[in-house]
């Protein structure tokens, strides 16, 4: 280490310190690493593969857009969580923002819900490598053999992430790179060599057999631009693990929007542009409309290649979302606010990372994937709740953070909005929330009820419980770590450490 990262080193433990914490977790994650750990949660390829079909038989090739209107709206998000941040660079992220900002109750149940999405996304991810892998090899994505690939998956990157900082990084570096350039190859060789419609395909409605305005449709592809961008909040997770956190992680939280959300973008235009026959798509006759145009488009061997980047997109995703829930719950257990705190809270003394929260993130995620086998509708539904989830607990911080400004918080981080702060932190909450809206919003009037409020039942039943376990085993008296206090923490002394107005 540096004599200059030394210094930046020990300034950090002196900026934690002033705020309450002693930190064992090894500094050694770069600015890029960082950022590479929320680009990969973040994932464009595993976002746009995933839900591509979906969103295209909902809104027609100009679907396109909503990468663009919902990469503005979280860049808002992205900004005043930035702010937080900078100035409590503590691990676990929403859960002690959330803490500061409004106080104990607040905290617990943002991070209830942050939890239960994170859990619910893995699952997600780890059961959606199965296709592909099957893909790969020619034969039939089953049950039983889709269980089996998420459990092998999520016990290989909980190995992985018990091996400690550096190879986490390292990891998620390479799967930042190998996903980066295969969205830039991919997406530049069907624009040159396989587009089959003109740019004005992006403006054309037509193809969507609407009752009344389009509007609707659009609204609904929407949501699989809004499964894309989240994954920024992932690098204050690790803000103990990254030197010179208060600058650092801001511009790596909004360099995962700039670029991740440039290649999602890109991605799906090169889709959109290329997709042999639209009508098909839009009947349902062509299911599958990316495997038809890559193998259209590149021939078996091109084909089988870029499966191969997207499944190491889907492995890098995974082990950056283990690693932000095990960071997560770490946080509650080192305030004892759950249940086992005295074991979810160590260290490994070897690796120094949180062993048993590492494995407990693992296995609840193994258990949501393993039901598969017996509800497979009910998998649907949990696995549907991830993208709603974050959202929710994502606005929990704006609004704590609304709610904080108006008792006289002042950021005082190195990274502010100035007066940017209350207009920024108001659009903020304002495109939250309207996403949640339509997340929610019920899509198909002749299913039955339990389909079209399947998300919302689930969303209120993950409140409800998180709420009576809350009330009835109050988790939040224990401990007596600093809380409900950033109102009154607004100065900043030379050396970059806040102190308490009143001190």
């Known amino acids: 280490m540096t004599d200059k990262s030394a210094t930046a080193v020990d300034h950090d433990a002196e900026q934690l310190k002033a705020l309450g914490y002693v930190s064992h977790f090894d500094r050694t994650i770069s600015k890029w690493e960082n950022f590479s750990l929320g680009f990969t949660y973040l994932s464009p390829v595993v976002g746009v ?15 396109w857009w909503t990468y663009i209107l919902v990469g503005l709206g979280q860049f808002t998000v992205s900004l005043v969580f930035g702010e937080i941040v900078s100035q409590f660079p503590i691990s676990g992220g929403l859960y002690p923002w959330a803490r500061r900002l409004m106080g104990k109750r607040w905290a617990w149940m943002a991070g209830w819900v942050y939890a239960w999405a994170l859990c619910c996304t893995m699952a997600g991810v780890a059961t959606g490598v199965a296709p ?26 909980t190995l992985l992430n018990l091996s400690g900082t550096r190879l986490l990084a390292r990891v998620a570096m390479f799967g930042f790179v190998c996903e980066l350039v295969g969205a830039i190859v991919v997406g530049g060789y069907l624009l040159l060599f396989a587009r089959h419609h003109p740019l004005k395909i992006l403006v054309d409605t037509s193809f969507v057999h609407a009752n009344g305005s389009y509007w ?23 803000a103990e693990e990254t030197p010179d956190a208060s600058r650092m992680i ?31 798509v839009m009947s349902g006759a062509d299911k599958d409309p990316i495997v038809t145009l890559l193998r259209s488009a590149m021939g078996e061997t091109g084909f089988r290649a870029v499966i191969v980047v997207v499944l ?14 095990s960071r997560l719950i770490f946080a509650y257990a080192r305030d004892q606010m759950i249940f086992g705190s005295k074991y979810l809270s160590r260290m490994s003394p070897g690796h120094h990372v949180p062993a048993t ?13 393993l039901s598969a086998l017996w509800l497979q509708d009910a998998i649907t539904i949990i696995i549907s709740f991830a993208a709603v989830g974050i959202y929710i607990s994502f606005q929990m911080i704006v609004l704590a953070a609304v709610i904080a400004r108006a008792k006289g918080w002042r950021p005082s981080g190195p990274f502010t909005l100035g007066s940017w702060g209350w207009c920024v932190n108001l659009i903020a909450l304002a495109y939250g929330l309207a ?9 198909s ?30 988790p939040y008296e224990h401990g007596k770590a600093p809380a409900g206090d950033a109102h009154r923490l607004g100065v900043r002394t030379g050396s970059g450490v806040v102190t308490p107005i009143d001190a």
């Open 216 to 238: 609707p449709a659009f609204l609904a592809s929407s949501l699989a631009a809004m499964f894309c961008y989240y994954g920024f909040e992932a690098c204050g997770d690790v």
């Open 49 to 63: 593969y995933t839900i591509f079909a979906s969103a295209f038989i909902a809104g027609g090739p100009p679907m």
């Open 435 to 443: 996403a949640i809206v339509n997340i929610l919003w019920p899509r």
């Open 312 to 325: 190491v997109s889907f492995i890098s995703c995974l082990l950056s979302l283990q690693a932000a829930a």
């Open 132 to 157: 592909f892998l099957a893909q790969l090899f020619g034969v039939d994505s089953t049950p039983i053999a889709t269980s089996i690939i998420a459990l092998v998956l999520i016990a290989c990157t």
């Open 250 to 280: 801001p511009k790596a939280m909004r360099m995962t929007i700039y670029i991740g959300g440039a290649a999602a973008t890109w991605i799906c235009l090169a889709f959109v542009l290329s997709i042999p026959d639209i009508g098909a």
């Open 357 to 369: 929260a590492l494995i407990v993130m693992g296995a609840i995620p193994a258990v949501i994937a």
């Open 445 to 474: 009037p002749n299913d039955p009820w339990y389909s079209n409020y399947s998300m919302l039942v689930t969303t209120i039943g993950v409140v409800v419980l998180g709420g009576f376990y809350m009330v009835i085993a109050k």
